[in-house]
């Protein structure tokens, strides 16, 4: 946020003279925010509550326009909910980086802004100014931007210009508009991301109530035209066009269902690879490399890209796809490509997956942090029934109870598949159940880290609540 409000240079200006002064001292909080302001001539009222006032801050933003006076209008409040001890809270300052789109995608001139009384004109030495920081400080707030000739669909929040929730009354049309046409590549992939979230709540109450799934085409039609992209970063494409996560979206719901979540996102990208199979191909093909490992950002966007579509094309499972993967994993010249492989292939359960699996491993099994890499790769899976065979790998030679980096990797990661570790008859809770047992006498703090998955047991159905009691109780009495 100060980098936001006072630049590259304003935000170098103010470390240098936080350095300068505090070198060798054990300084605080006030410390860094007085250096900030002095070196920038500067007074940020309230924003030392970030510091003192606990709670993520929600801001609320409404829009309007106004065609006669050619004036954009953006209401903005903010709530920062009670939390223990804290039950009033006070108004923070909130840096909001906005630019307002025109009709034809393209970033308008931003040259007035009306606000508390005062207007303030935009310059930068000549040159047009397409985005600006509001510096909104209180309950409530209203900026009116001038000589706007159309109405915009404004791009609130540029960069994550502060860490809130933004709740707008952006359209899902807005959205798209955002999604195909932002300048600002982070309002770009979250408007990809509030469309995907609002999909899987639609299809997970779809899903819920036994309807047909059905994907709707504008939100293939938006991915595609970011998949095809010849101008857009190629990191920012493999993130543009990855799906919110099973957690997340459970996260939201005010009763998680695990098996809906699954089933609802396991349905998007298996439909999206197949109506964008051509495009995902081409994007393999067109970003394999023979040359030498290279860590720099194009290698690693490339391989981000190839490896984010080889992921959703194997999702298929068709025997074209599968060799495509295969071949992939055979060729790689480097980790990142072939453990990438190896996860695509591990989607489905199979031999072409056990054989892929035993391959990686013989070939990587005195490497210590690699192997652990395996383990979590197969405890995170979603395939059917993964429990019997994250319990087989309890045997394996390679794991060790006493290890705690093995225990995380294993035991951990198989937690952290939400349709596994939460599976309606209770398989996964009785199996954490049983290894935090066996833990509690090797490693006390590892198996307390470990139980802490069944921290938020209440946020579930009654049956999986019934079931992660039965097994609390257990761990209650035996520990």
Same mark, same amino acid.
């Given at each position: 946020?100060?980098?936001?409000? $006072?630049?590259?240079?304003?935000?170098?200006?103010?470390?240098?003279?936080?350095?300068?002064?505090?070198?060798?001292?054990?300084?605080?909080?006030?410390?860094?925010?007085?250096?900030?302001?002095?070196?920038?001539?500067?007074?940020? &009222?309230?924003?030392?509550?970030?510091?003192?006032?606990?709670?993520?801050?929600?801001?609320?933003?409404?829009?309007? +326009?106004?065609?006669?006076?050619?004036?954009?209008?953006?209401?903005?409040?903010?709530?920062? @909910?009670?939390?223990?001890?804290?039950?009033?809270?006070? @108004?923070?300052?909130?840096?909001?980086?906005?630019?307002?789109?025109?009709?034809?995608?393209?970033?308008?001139?931003?040259?007035?802004? +009306?606000?508390?009384?005062?207007?303030?004109?935009?310059?930068?030495?000549?040159? &047009? =100014?397409?985005?600006?920081?509001?510096? $909104?400080?209180?309950?409530?707030?209203?900026?009116?931007?001038?000589?706007?000739?159309?109405?915009? %669909?404004?791009?609130?929040?540029?960069?994550?210009?502060?860490?809130?929730?933004?709740?707008?009354?952006?359209?899902?049309?807005?959205? +798209?508009?955002?999604?195909?046409?932002?300048?600002?590549?982070?309002?770009?992939?979250?408007?990809? /991301?509030?469309?995907?979230?609002?999909?899987?709540?639609?299809?997970?109450?779809?899903?819920? /109530?036994?309807?047909?799934?059905?994907?709707?085409?504008? $939100?293939?039609?938006?991915?595609?035209?970011?998949?095809?992209?010849?101008?857009?970063?190629?990191?920012?494409?493999?993130?543009?066009?990855?799906?919110?996560?099973?957690?997340?979206?459970?996260?939201?719901?005010? =009763?998680?269902? @695990?098996?809906?979540?699954?089933?609802?996102?396991?349905?998007?990208?298996?439909?999206?690879?197949?109506?964008?199979?051509?495009?995902?191909?081409?994007?393999?093909?067109?970003?394999?490399? #023979?040359?030498?490992?290279?860590?720099?950002?194009?290698?690693?966007?490339?391989?981000?890209?190839?490896?984010?579509?080889?992921?959703?094309?194997?999702?298929?499972?068709?025997?074209?796809?599968?060799?495509?993967?295969?071949?992939?994993?055979?060729?790689?010249?480097?980790?990142?490509?072939?453990?990438?492989?190896?996860?695509?292939?591990? /989607?489905?359960?199979?031999?072409?997956?056990?054989?892929?699996?035993?391959?990686?491993?013989?070939?990587?099994?005195?490497?210590?942090?690699?192997?652990?890499?395996?383990?979590?790769?197969?405890?995170?899976?979603?395939?059917?029934?993964? %429990?019997?065979?994250?319990?087989?790998?309890?045997?394996?030679?390679?794991?060790?109870?006493?290890? &705690?980096?093995?225990?995380?990797?294993?035991?951990?990661?198989?937690?952290?598949?939400?349709? #596994?570790?939460?599976?309606?008859?209770?398989?996964?809770?009785?199996?954490?159940?049983?290894? %935090?047992?066996?833990?509690?006498?090797?490693?006390?703090?590892?198996?307390?880290?470990?139980?802490?998955? $069944?921290?938020?047991?209440?946020?579930?159905?009654?049956?999986?609540?019934?079931?992660?009691?039965?097994?609390?109780?257990?761990?209650?009495?035996?520990?």
């Amino acid at each position: 946020m100060y980098k936001t409000m $006072f630049g590259a240079s304003g935000f170098r200006k103010g470390m240098d003279l936080y350095f300068q002064r505090h070198d060798g001292q054990a300084v605080t909080c006030e410390d860094f925010y007085a250096a900030m302001c002095d070196a920038n001539n500067a007074h940020l &009222p309230n924003f030392l509550q970030w510091y003192s006032q606990a709670g993520t801050p929600t801001v609320k933003v409404t829009s309007s +326009y106004d065609e006669g006076s050619q004036a954009f209008s953006l209401k903005l409040s903010q709530e920062v @909910p009670p939390t223990p001890g804290q039950p009033m809270k006070e @108004p923070m300052f909130i840096p909001v980086a906005v630019g307002l789109v025109d009709s034809t995608g393209k970033d308008m001139p931003l040259t007035s802004i +009306y606000s508390d009384g005062m207007v303030q004109t935009l310059s930068n030495d000549g040159h &047009p =100014i397409f985005t600006t920081v509001l510096q $909104f400080k209180k309950k409530e707030e209203e900026f009116i931007f001038k000589n706007v000739p159309e109405r915009p %669909v404004p791009s609130l929040l540029r960069g994550y210009s502060a860490p809130i929730r933004l709740d707008s009354d952006l359209t899902e049309s807005d959205l +798209y508009f955002l999604l195909a046409n932002d300048s600002d590549e982070f309002n770009r992939w979250e408007a990809g /991301q509030i469309l995907a979230r609002k999909l899987m709540f639609s299809l997970v109450a779809d899903f819920q /109530q036994q309807k047909t799934l059905a994907l709707n085409t504008k $939100f293939v039609d938006g991915l595609r035209a970011i998949l095809q992209s010849t101008s857009l970063d190629k990191e920012f494409i493999a993130k543009a066009i990855t799906l919110p996560g099973q957690g997340e979206i459970m996260d939201m719901m005010s =009763i998680a269902d @695990p098996d809906a979540v699954h089933a609802v996102r396991t349905f998007i990208k298996k439909e999206l690879a197949f109506q964008l199979k051509d495009d995902l191909l081409a994007a393999v093909t067109s970003n394999r490399s #023979s040359e030498a490992y290279a860590f720099d950002h194009d290698s690693v966007a490339r391989r981000a890209l190839k490896n984010t579509c080889l992921a959703y094309l194997a999702s298929l499972n068709e025997p074209d796809v599968t060799e495509l993967a295969l071949n992939e994993y055979k060729s790689a010249t480097n980790m990142t490509e072939q453990f990438a492989a190896l996860a695509a292939l591990s /989607q489905n359960p199979g031999q072409v997956r056990e054989d892929a699996l035993l391959d990686f491993y013989n070939k990587w099994q005195q490497d210590y942090l690699v192997v652990s890499k395996w383990f979590a790769l197969q405890a995170t899976s979603d395939i059917p029934g993964n %429990v019997v065979n994250v319990q087989k790998l309890l045997a394996h030679p390679a794991f060790d109870m006493r290890n &705690p980096n093995k225990v995380y990797s294993l035991i951990g990661g198989f937690c952290g598949s939400p349709v #596994s570790f939460h599976a309606k008859d209770g398989s996964g809770y009785k199996f954490l159940g049983e290894v %935090v047992l066996q833990l509690d006498k090797i490693n006390p703090q590892v198996a307390s880290r470990m139980v802490s998955a $069944f921290s938020r047991w209440r946020r579930y159905d009654e049956t999986r609540q019934a079931l992660a009691k039965v097994c609390l109780k257990v761990l209650t009495l035996c520990i």
